[in-house]
Nanobody, 115 residues
Framework: QVQLVESGGGLVQAGGSLRLSCVAS????????MGWYRQAPGKQRESVAT???????NYADSVKGRFTISRDNAKNTVYLQMNSLKPEDTAVYYC?????????WGQGTQVTVSS
């Protein structure tokens, strides 16, 4: 059974930092591409950052230079380091993977950035 569990969200002031973690189980983590997505109230879910099994990373233009995605295959964990946070980064952040064409999602972690 595939399970993704996010943590690390919270309330932070603009300009602050947070580090999100996502622990995966029930899969062979090292061979899968992983991603972080977010959904703000009234908006569609959007991709924030992805990291391939070859550690190739991609970022949304809105977070480039501020966010860093990384992975630790020994811990089955993917991270999202978020610096210089802005109020527009406020959203529920989800960890995701796709296996055999099927997407899997965590329960999400709330990030709120106050101005």
């Amino acid at each position: 059974q595939v399970q993704l569990v996010e943590s690390g969200g919270g309330l932070v002031q603009a300009g602050g930092s947070l580090r999100l973690s996502c622990v995966a189980s029930g899969i062979t983590f090292s061979i899968l591409d992983m991603g972080w997505y977010r959904q703000a109230p009234g908006k569609q879910r959007e991709s924030v950052a992805t990291i391939s099994r070859y550690v190739i990373t991609n970022y949304a233009d809105s977070v480039k230079g501020r966010f860093t995605i990384s992975r630790d295959n020994a811990k089955n964990t993917v991270y999202l380091q978020m610096n210089s946070l802005k109020p527009e980064d406020t959203a529920v952040y989800y960890c995701s993977l796709r296996r055999a064409g099927i997407p899997y999602w965590g329960q999400g972690t709330q990030v709120t950035v106050s101005s």
